[in-house]
């Protein structure tokens, strides 16, 4: 038997039971991550995968949590590189009424800056994984981060895009 005929079905975290030989274009499920809603989507563009790729996604997704803290490190560093990350907080500095960013951040703060605890409020609100290149990406996971305003993720996006074993790619910023 082949490696696909022996591992048929994969359980992944989060999806369940996935047919490797039958894949469906978009799979989608729902977590909480840190007390926030998590969307979670799986994207195909082949009808079946192997084994091996099935057991990556399932690791991917068994880590997420770390994952989490290393992309933080890798906006942080962006951040203090003057990179996307630095431009994305400056917009919000800069696009919200100050009325806005008291709801966000605390003025009184003298011990961080404005922009220091604007980039603590990034949260994660979706992944996508893309593990056969989807829409002709040539990364594997991608990680949305947002700023929750009036209690709702705003729609302008700090992502991390990484490889299949969740090291960097890059940080971009989309909309």
């Known amino acids: 038997m082949n490696d696909n005929r022996k591992m048929a079905n994969i359980d992944l975290p989060h999806f369940g039971q996935i047919d490797l030989t039958q894949l469906k274009e978009y799979y989608s499920a729902e977590t909480v991550l840190s007390g926030t809603m998590l969307h979670l989507d799986l994207n195909f563009e082949n009808k079946s995968i192997s084994?091996?790729?099935?057991?990556?996604?399932?690791?991917?997704?068994?880590?997420?949590?770390?994952?989490?803290?290393q992309n933080k490190s890798s906006i942080d560093k962006s951040f203090?590189?003057?990179g996307e990350a630095a431009d994305y907080i400056n917009f919000y500095l800069d696009e919200l009424a100050?009325?806005?960013?008291?709801?966000?951040?605390?003025?009184?703060?003298?011990?961080?800056?404005?922009?220091?605890?604007?980039?603590?409020?990034?949260?994660?609100?979706?992944?996508?994984?893309?593990?056969?290149?989807?829409?002709?990406?040539?990364?594997?996971?991608?990680?949305?981060?947002?700023?929750?305003?009036d209690g709702e993720p705003c729609n302008q996006l700090l992502?991390?895009?990484?490889?299949?074993n969740g090291d960097l790619d890059h940080v971009t910023w989309e909309s």
């Open 98 to 149: 100050e009325e806005e960013l008291r709801n966000i951040i605390d003025y009184e703060d003298k011990d961080k800056s404005k922009e220091q605890q604007l980039l603590s409020k990034l949260k994660l609100i979706r992944i996508g994984l893309y593990p056969d290149g989807k829409y002709g990406t040539d990364y594997y996971g991608v990680f949305d981060y947002s700023i929750d305003i």
């Open 80 to 82: 203090n590189d003057g």
């Open 51 to 69: 084994g091996e790729q099935a057991i990556n996604i399932k690791v991917f997704l068994d880590n997420i949590s770390a994952l989490d803290i």
């Open 159 to 164: 992502v991390v895009k990484t490889n299949e």
